[in-house]
């Protein structure tokens, strides 16, 4: 793909395992590189500021031969990042943006004025109603990301969420196929995350992300060769089992997946299922968001990006969910992620920390102080011996002057964004109460729901939802199977004791067996009660 751009410039995508790098001049994308990541805690590499990633960056920089000061920018995956989507009627798009991004700032405990949340609006001519893209995360992890390349002697641009440039690069796709009559529906399997959107009768239904990709299913193969004696104490990197997914696909039972890799299908399957199940219920979830009907036999869906190249991962989907699948012959959009940041019109995207705001603006007002003390001296340096004395009381004057018309003007500038900001935050108030819903307090349900697991109870999952006025938990997880074994339904009776939870269902329970005992995989639904009032939007990160 050959993407146009003014100056040259580095493009960074950094996910947990690896740092994706386009080198961009004049004629577009001239050279890519990808770079793995040591296997740090990702959690811990952020709140180490991305110290850890140093080194990889560097070598980043070394093979494409970027030089210092290159302007550079950064999508980027964190344990802050939040991305949503909302539809909003056409004639609510302005309020609806300020109120999103409000509420936005009040998840991440961020004042109205930061810069490190910002939305997007995807609009069409052909579409009835609009869609407002809200990305923000932690000033923190933001700062980090410009420190971060700084450090490696780059000059950052801005960061920007990578979930937010894939729910626009999806949307795109969407907007540009939208028609009055029929429906679209696309998912999207990148590297660390999903992307699904569907348009119908001119205007677009669904739009959300969740953090499924083709990454999870790496990790469960790194999981499998921890655990079996034919690795022979030597488990794989994350890379590494991506790239075998990549060459051998999901495979069949009693399969073996030999060379280097020694692992055999009773090793791995276990492990993925779980991973292939949960995202069978964010499509079914996704399915139910928009269809009127549950039956989804007459459903086509559109499957796109690296993770859907894996083969065998398309039956596995089909055996749990009736409907069509229609998998793209190319990558669709694998360098999606970076490529969104090649073009300028996703830069409304873009993040900045208050600090590296600040040292911009003292970096400009340097350089105004110096231009003017420059042309003061060519413009009075003729003057200066015949009118020093007078020059030097002018000179205390003007200074005084200067910082009393300063003070001056700030106060109307204030008072001007003061009035702007109070119009806008009535209107805002007055659309937050019209979405303001029901929800359930997650953090009871959390403390209850770890209360009441035992060591015989091993939770492997758990994903928080709300359909229509009711709060949801999905719990993944194992437990003993033996037959005086009374764990799970323990476990059942102890959620349900809570009023916090108005019921609990089996929605599935295989047993298999793991390190050769029977083990009860699990997977239950609680319906929460004591719901609480909070934005409700459309789809995105849980």
Known sequence: MRTRTKWPMLVLHIEPNAIHALWTKGSGVEKTTRVG???AEWTEAWEGGLRGFDDALLDVVTRLGVAPGTTT???????SAITEAQSLPVGEVQVGLASLRL???????????????????ISSNDLTNGVVVVAGATDAHVDAVHMWTERAGLR??????????LLNEVADQLVQSTTREGYRLLLHIDEHRCAIGMTSEGKIDLLRTFDIGLNKFGEAVVRASQGSDRVQGNPLTLGRAV?????????EPGEDIGGDVGLSANAILPLLQPVIQRLTVEIKQSLRMVLRRNDTSAVRIELQGPGAQVHGLTDALMRTIDA????HDRDGLADSIPQRLVRKSDQSLTLYSARHLAAVSEGRFRRAVVFGALLGFVVLGAEAGRFLHKGTGLER??????????RVQQFRDLSEQAVALNAQLGEAEDLLERYVGPQPDWTAALTHLANAADNTVKLTEIRGSQERADGVLLIYGIAEAQKDSTKLADFIEKLESSSLIEQVDVESRLLIELEDKPIYQFRLRASLADLRPQLTVLGGEQ
């Open 103 to 121: 509420a936005m700032c009040e998840r991440l405990s961020l004042p109205r004025t930061t810069e490190s949340v910002a939305t997007h609006l």
């Open 324 to 327: 069509e699948f229609i998998v």
């Open 397 to 406: 004057q003007t200074q005084s002057m200067s910082s009393d018309v300063a």
């Open 243 to 251: 790239e075998i997914l990549r060459e051998h696909g999901i495979p």
């Open 73 to 79: 920018m950064v999508a980027f995956e964190s344990p």
């Open 156 to 165: 950052c641009a801005g960061v920007s969420p990578a979930g937010g440039l």
């Open 37 to 39: 990541l040591p296997g």
